[in-house]
């Protein structure tokens, strides 16, 4: 999937790039084949991306395949981490800013002129919505007897989980809901390949001087990838095992590499 959203962005050499980087990453390989929980999560996440910004590069037609995919990513990601929610607000913001794109920033808040499209784009973003959360917690027991709050209480579980377990961080032992804020960035830099980060650091210097080719695709991509790390940190999030509960910004973040 990692590897398609490339395609789409870049071209097939990106898309190629972008599956070899990702296999070469040791710690996201690793959690492949070890991690029953947040590789899944991590899959959701991509997948729920990469069919957003395909559903909508065939607008005004409703593609049901990638409508489909959509609620399949929500599925996978959601209904393994309730995490996934933060989707939701990410989905709604790509809509609004495909909806000015297509009309400027003036015209778009002529609702009157362009209602059947700004209509149409609500109705598939809130079609994807109550599609997406019910079948996400259609295998969730808990869910299904209080479905309009039980999702929010176990986010506001998620983002700050009460067992704290020792973890081994810059040489001291500590408590991980008690890790300092350079926890998860350090992380991310000491555990990606060096050729990742050059490509990172490099493609968002290359976006600041060519402004021609951001795009509001990569945007997104962008924003998915710095917007989560963001709230982890602001949050001060129970986080250990290094980058484990950190692999679904992986994809994103090789993608843009």
Not at 84 to 113: S, V
Not at 156 to 172: A, H, V
Not at 232 to 254: A, D, Q, W
Request: hydrophobic share 50%; glycine share 8%.
């Amino acid at each position: 999937i990692a590897g398609l959203l490339g395609f789409r962005i870049g071209g097939a050499m990106c898309g190629l790039l972008t599956m070899i980087l990702l296999f070469f990453t040791p710690r996201f390989f690793g959690h492949a084949i070890n991690n029953l929980k947040d590789l899944p999560f991590a899959v959701g996440y991509i997948v729920s991306i990469y069919y957003f910004i395909r559903f909508f590069d065939f607008y005004p037609k409703l593609k049901y395949k990638y409508l489909l995919g959509v609620i399949v990513g929500l599925f996978l990601c959601l209904g393994t981490r309730s995490g996934g929610l933060m989707l939701y607000p990410m989905l709604f913001m790509y809509a609004g800013l495909y909806y000015i794109r297509l009309f400027g920033i003036k015209e778009a808040f002529r609702i009157k002129h362009h209602f059947n499209d700004f209509s149409k784009i609500l109705g598939c973003v809130l079609l994807v919505f109550i599609c997406g959360y019910f079948v996400s917690i259609i295998l969730w027991p808990w869910a299904l007897q209080d479905p309009l709050h039980a999702m929010t209480k176990s986010l506001k579980e998620f983002t700050n989980i009460g067992t704290s377990i020792k973890t081994i961080f810059e040489g001291k032992q500590m408590m991980s809901n008690m890790l300092p804020a350079s926890y998860a960035p350090k992380y991310l830099l000491i555990t990606t390949p060096i050729v990742t980060l050059i490509g990172l650091f490099g493609s968002i210097i290359y976006l600041g001087l060519k402004r021609k080719n951001f795009s509001l695709e990569i945007f997104f991509i962008l924003f998915c990838l710095f917007a989560p790390l963001t709230y982890i940190v602001y949050k001060h999030s129970n986080l250990y095992g290094g980058i484990r509960h950190l692999l679904f910004i992986i994809p994103p973040m090789t993608i843009i590499a």
